[in-house]
């Protein structure tokens, strides 16, 4: 019976064209990869610096292994809580200029943690309706009053923030770049609303930590906002190249976090080669010359292919990050076109609802630090015989 019921679902999202199937990559997570056994240009993954195959951090996560073993053995309260742990945490706060950080094993994880452990039945969180999905799954979890406002529409948040209520405490929270449209928050007039209303802010950095901001620290950095953000939260599973979550703010917040995120105490703590290993990704990013660097031919690269994209007539949305989504609408064309450019030696996966609302399936292009302009102009023009 209830295989039956699962064909019959599936089979009527292979008739909307919004069936799922796992691709494998049997490559290093660079700018080519091979992808079901053929070789293409990767414009689909996060690693946006060209970090997840780097020599530095591969060597540094086999000398870990070689001192601590792989795995931690147990939650970070029992027996997992080791030297690279707090190693890395100490150098995020650092990039970070947080008072605190702790690490969480991924970015899902602490958003499931952070937001329950802090929020319940008797507050209320105002969210944007493109934050990701474990935003939305934390905040459910919560059990507080939750309310999605439409995206980076300033006006509609301030009504919510202005109507009475019996709540203890209000959340705002947001992406700072939202990963299916690549657009950034509005962050200075959160923070502004924010002040006015009486109420907590928390940012999601997953796609802005290591991208934006003089040291890589975000967008938070980039518009000098440290002082004004509750939480700030973030991955290392993207610029890093690695795995795992954190979440930086005052000393109090650790502490909160350490005795009631569920996410982090009964879990196994992160492998210790893993935390070395995102502990050199991140000194990496904070290095003025080698991060400095990474980060501006990041930004030509993006620049080159929207521009170039917009030239011929393509819909980039609101795009002004390394994310650039192409607007196709239909599920089933967004589908065939990424076939076509795979077929080209350009691996690009189509994006469809649920990820993204009901039509606006689109191509999501992510340019990576690590492309060469040769390597963009192919793409731009395969993008064009597409037409």
């Known amino acids: 019976m209830i295989t039956q019921w699962m064909m019959a679902d599936i089979e009527q999202l292979r008739d909307q064209g919004l069936y799922r199937r ?65 190693e890395l945490e100490a150098d995020i706060a650092k990039l970070k200029s947080a008072s605190s950080c702790l690490v969480f094993n991924s970015g899902y994880a602490a958003n499931c943690g952070i937001i329950p452990a802090l929020y319940g039945r008797r507050d209320i969180i105002f969210s944007d309706k493109l934050n990701h999905a474990s935003i939305v799954d934390g905040a459910m979890l919560s059990r507080a009053e939750f309310k999605r406002y439409p995206h980076a529409d300033m006006q509609a948040l301030e009504e919510g923030l202005k109507k009475e209520g019996p709540y203890r405490r209000r959340l705002i929270v947001t992406d700072s770049v939202f990963s299916m449209d690549g657009d950034r928050a509005p962050l200075g007039e959160i923070v502004a609303l924010a002040r006015r209303y009486d109420a907590a802010v928390m940012v999601d950095e997953a796609h802005g930590f290591g991208v934006l901001g003089p040291h890589g620290g975000g967008l938070i950095e980039e518009l000098d906002l440290g002082k004004h953000i509750d939480i700030q939260m973030g991955t290392l599973s993207k610029a890093a190249g690695c795995a795992g979550g954190y979440v930086c703010g005052a000393e109090a917040l650790k502490m909160s976090l350490v005795n009631y995120a569920r996410s982090f105490i009964y879990t196994t703590a992160m492998p210790p080669a893993l935390a070395v290993a995102a502990r050199c990704a991140v000194r990496m ?53 990424s076939d076509q450019l795979l077929e080209k030696g350009i691996f690009i996966q189509a994006i469809r609802p649920p990820t993204v609302p009901k039509d606006s399936a689109r191509l999501r292009i992510t340019v990576m630090a690590t492309h060469t302009r040769s390597e963009l102009d192919h793409l731009l023009s395969s993008m064009k015989s597409l037409g």
């Open 22 to 86: 796992l691709r494998v990559m049997s490559s290093p997570q660079g700018r080519e990869v091979i992808v079901d056994g053929k070789r293409a240009l990767n414009f689909c993954s996060n690693n946006y610096l060209g970090l997840a195959d780097d020599p530095h951090i591969v060597d540094a996560a086999a000398g870990a292994m070689r001192e601590y073993g792989f795995g931690a053995g147990a939650s970070r309260l029992v027996s997992g809580h080791m030297p690279p742990h707090q």
């Open 285 to 337: 990013i904070h290095d003025a010359h080698y991060g400095g660097q990474r980060r501006r031919t990041l930004k030509e690269n993006a620049d080159y292919v929207r521009q170039g994209l917009k030239a011929m007539g393509w819909d980039t949305m609101h795009s002004s990050t390394c994310i650039i989504p192409i607007l196709i609408k239909d599920p089933g064309a967004a589908m065939a076109m």
